[in-house]
T-cell receptor, first 114, second 112 residues
Framework: AQKVTQTQTSISVMEKTTVTMDCVYETQDSSYFLFWYKQTASGEIVFLIR??????ENATVGHYSLNFQKPKSSIGLIITATQIEDSAVYFC???????????FGLGTRVSVFP | GGIITQTPKFLIGQEGQKLTLKCQQNFNHDTMYWYRQDSGKGLRLIYYSITENDLQKGDLSEGYDASREKKSSFSLTVTSAQKNEMAVFLCASSRQVNSDYTFGSGTRLLVI
């Protein structure tokens, strides 16, 4: 069975700084896919970035990047130069080749202050 | 671009009532999903479908039925609403099973 754990319930940061969110996962499979999603205050959920387990290079999209540490089963999300509109709940999720859909963590609420 | 639409946005039901939630997507995505989001519990998979007329149970399927009669639509039925139940039901679609998801805006359910 898969499991995704986000230990940080909430994080507060000042605008234009960097925020890092943790996520650890459990899977028996050697091949799997990791995702980060953002849920805004309106409830909208959008896909941000993904990391496929066979790729060694950390994924980067815009001001989002990942810190993939496969031996530690860890996939951290880094947001640089944060903006007020980055305030949201961030979900880590994973899927292996045999699972039914994505398994999500409980989320980390990020608040960005001016 | 495309859109994924969930109806209704808000649903108030009575205990024991059968309630149906609908989801439509025009991405031509093969796979569609229903998730339930409770406060503080993240998203949990109820049902998913990899193609028209296919149905697969998720971890939370008990108490629900689903239907995928067309590729573009996926409906979810709460077979017997539980009193004081309050949750958001999220529909999503993806091009393939391992692709990222596009989510709908959700249906907020309240059972009185």
């Amino acid at each position: 069975a898969q499991k995704v754990t986000q230990t940080q319930t909430s994080i507060s940061v000042m605008e234009k700084t960097t925020v890092t969110m943790d996520c650890v996962y459990e899977t028996q499979d050697s091949s799997y896919f990791l995702f980060w999603y953002k849920q805004t205050a309106s409830g909208e959920i959008v896909f941000l970035i993904r990391q496929d387990s066979y790729k060694k290079e950390n994924a980067t999209v815009g001001h989002y990047s990942l810190n993939f540490q496969k031996p530690k089963s860890s996939i951290g999300l880094i947001i640089t130069a944060t903006q007020i509109e980055d305030s949201a709940v961030y979900f880590c999720a994973m899927r292996n080749n045999y699972a039914q859909g994505l398994t999500f963590g409980l989320g980390t609420r990020v608040s960005v202050f001016p | 671009g495309g859109i994924i639409t969930q109806t209704p946005k808000f649903l108030i039901g009575q205990e024991g009532q059968k309630l149906t939630l609908k989801c439509q997507q025009n991405f031509n995505h093969d796979t569609m999903y229903w998730y339930r989001q409770d406060s503080g519990k993240g998203l949990r998979l109820i049902y998913y479908s990899i193609t028209e007329n296919d149905l697969q149970k998720g971890d939370l399927s008990e108490g629900y039925d689903a239907s995928r009669e067309k590729k573009s639509s996926f409906s979810l039925t709460v077979t017997s609403a539980q009193k004081n139940e309050m949750a958001v039901f999220l529909c999503a679609s993806s091009r393939q099973v391992n692709s990222d998801y596009t989510f709908g805006s959700g249906t907020r359910l309240l059972v009185i």
